[in-house]
């Protein structure tokens, strides 16, 4: 079975850093895309940035010259550093991955974490 766990969350001051962290794990084939979204209260889910197994990372407007994307291919893991934060960060980031499960290797399945808390104080 496949699971996305996120860490790194937490409450942060205006212009503070936290660095998140998500880990895929179980029958795992490959990974392809994997990013980041957010869900703040009373609005819908979007993109934060994305990035493929090769090729360019992807950004929201928001956050392009202050969060950076990356990947360590080795421990199927996806990190956000996040820095200059602004209240308006403040939301449950969400982990996503597109999987070729052992079971399935042929076909991608999207995959997504439980989330983790950023609460950015002013």
């Known amino acids: 079975q496949v699971r996305l766990v996120e860490s790194g969350g937490g409450l942060v001051q205006t212009g503070g850093s936290l660095r998140l962290s998500c880990a895929a794990s179980?029958?795992?084939?490959?990974?392809?895309?994997m990013g980041w979204y957010r869900q703040a209260p009373g609005k819908q889910r979007e993109l934060v940035a994305t990035?493929?197994?090769?090729?360019?990372?992807d950004y929201a407007n928001s956050v392009k010259d202050r969060f950076t994307i990356s990947r360590d291919s080795a421990k199927n893991t996806v990190y956000l550093q996040m820095n200059s934060l602004k209240p308006e960060d403040t939301a449950v980031y969400y982990c996503?991955?597109?999987?070729?499960?052992?079971?399935?290797?042929?076909?991608?399945?999207?995959?997504w974490g439980q989330g983790t808390q950023v609460t950015v104080s002013s």
């Open positions: 990035i493929p197994d090769s090729g360019r990372s």
């Open positions: 179980g029958s795992i084939f490959s990974i392809n895309r």
């Open positions: 996503r991955a597109d999987i070729k499960p052992h079971y399935l290797p042929y076909s991608s399945e999207t995959y």
